[in-house]
C-alpha cells in the first residue's frame, strides 16, 4: 500500500529528490504526506498540491495508490500574447 509523492521545480531541488513513496497507512491527508516526506516541517501557506494530478487541500484525503505532488507556487510576468 503505497503512495507517490513528486516533487517539482525549486521544491525538487531543495527537496534533493524528484519522487518518493510513502505507505498509504500512516497518513490520511495531504498534510500528513508532507509531513512525512519532510520530518514534520510546516506546511507552507502558499506551497501548491495535487492528488491525481487535481488540485488538492492540504486537508483534502489520500488513498492506496494515489500520486501526490507538490510544487512552488506559480509566478509569472508580463502579458500572454
Do not use: H
Not at 519522487?19 to 506546511?43: F, P, R
Request: hydrophobic share 45%.
Amino acid at each position: 500500500m503505497a503512495i507517490k509523492v513528486k516533487f517539482f521545480a525549486s521544491l525538487r531541488e531543495r527537496m534533493g529528490r524528484e519522487e518518493v513513496i510513502v505507505d498509504a497507512q500512516s497518513v490520511g491527508t495531504v498534510a500528513g504526506v508532507w509531513q512525512q516526506v519532510t520530518g514534520d516541517k510546516l506546511l507552507p501557506a502558499n506551497l501548491l498540491m495535487a492528488v491525481n494530478m487535481e488540485y488538492a487541500e492540504p486537508d483534502s484525503v489520500v488513498q492506496d495508490g494515489d500520486e501526490v505532488a507538490f510544487f512552488p507556487p506559480v509566478t509569472g510576468g508580463g502579458d500572454v500574447c
